[in-house]
């Protein structure tokens, strides 16, 4: 199973970038979004079943960052609007191919920042 992120970049405050994850996999139960800012540990931000289309997210983002699929691509994306300097970080993409609690698969992160 691989997890390609790809979509970051440098954007000022306000901005918008949209995120991407193709996975090639053949079991889907929950992909996820997680970032990690420098000397900080990694976070949530968003996840959505695979099937069922249920989201959540991270209060920091409510209202800002859409997650959504597209499952016949086996792509996962996030939407992320009205950027502040605190999203940036590197955002990794995740994989739950089942009901539990971990995440199996991780991408390799894309470098999103946000000047101010």
């Known amino acids: 199973v691989q997890l390609q992120a790809s979509g970051g970049g440098l954007v000022q405050a306000g901005g918008s970038l949209r995120l991407s994850c193709s996975a090639s996999?053949?079991?889907?139960?929950?992909m996820a979004w997680f970032r990690q800012a420098p000397g900080k540990e990694r976070e949530f931000v968003s996840s959505i079943g695979w099937w069922n289309g249920v989201t959540n997210y991270a209060d920091s983002v409510k209202g800002r960052f859409t997650i959504s699929r597209d499952n016949a691509k086996n792509t996962l994306y996030l939407q992320m609007s009205s950027l502040k300097p605190e999203d940036t970080g590197v955002y990794y993409c995740a994989l739950r191919t089942g009901s539990g609690v971990r995440y199996d698969y991780w991408g390799q992160g894309t470098q999103v920042t946000v000047s101010s």
């Open positions: 996999a053949r079991a889907f139960y929950t």
